[in-house]
């Protein structure tokens, strides 16, 4: 293998991904509170009962100001299909609790007015909320250039050589961001799909299936895992 930067072997990857699992392309998903609640509900969780769980949040509550001033135990009992949910409810609660200080309402609107920087600030500094929470709203509905590092974004991206075997899921966050195309929200995005559907499907954390694995002729770790 020839030696090539991190941000071009992270392209490199991306490319080969694209090719195999198809070009992920980004759209807006959820408006950006929805996003939020949808991100916290989806920790720990499938993603097949967090869509459950959301659907039936949304259905028990109206709005989000009723699910903000209603009791823990309601909102417990609206996604408890989910898993966590008494942890989860408390905290979607005390979110939406802290947005309405700031605006009156459980509403992200004053994110329009923010850089990239200070929208995750804001975020960050929201009870619970961390930095792939955050880095998914901006991404996923706001289509900013933010890269969200779960699990598989952070092993995957190791086991390539991007990333220091040291570098901490957080640590990530800004790293793989300016590797993966800083202010390109299209690329970011695809990066960050590619690198998840791989995760889950190839790249294990236990026995991955190098055997299988389209990026073996680039990747520094096929066959060591």
């Known amino acids: 293998m020839s030696a090539s ?7 490199r990857a991306t490319a080969l991904l694209d090719d195999f699992y198809g070009r992920p392309v980004l759209s807006p998903r959820y408006p ?11 920790q720990n969780t499938a993603d097949v009962n967090t869509e459950r769980t959301f ?6 509550f109206p709005d989000w100001e009723s699910a903000r001033d209603a009791p823990a135990e309601l909102i417990e009992e609206a996604i408890a299909l989910g898993g966590l949910a008494h942890t989860k409810a408390p905290r979607i609660k005390r979110i939406l609790e802290a947005i ?18 200070e929208a995750q600030a804001y975020l960050t500094g929201l009870p619970g909320v961390g930095p792939k929470t955050a880095a998914c709203v901006l991404l996923f509905s706001l289509q900013r250039p933010v890269m969200p590092v779960d699990t598989h974004v952070h092993r995957v991206a190791r086991r390539l050589g991007v990333i220091g075997d ?6 990530a966050h800004p790293r793989l961001t300016e590797l993966a195309g800083a202010g390109d929200a299209a690329q970011i995005y695809a990066v960050h799909v590619d690198l998840v559907r791989h995760g889950r ?6 026995r991955p299936a190098c055997g299988e694995c389209t990026l073996a002729g680039i990747c520094p770790s096929a066959g060591l895992a």
């Open 5 to 11: 930067t991190p941000a071009e072997q992270l392209a």
């Open 32 to 42: 950006p509170v929805d996003e939020l609640v949808f991100t916290v509900l989806s």
């Open 55 to 60: 659907a039936a949040l949304k259905a028990r």
């Open 100 to 117: 309405s200080e700031h605006t009156g309402a459980p509403d992200l609107a004053v994110l329009d007015g923010m850089s990239d920087e």
């Open 166 to 171: 040291k570098v901490t899921a957080e640590q």
């Open 201 to 206: 499907r190839v790249c294990h954390a236990r």
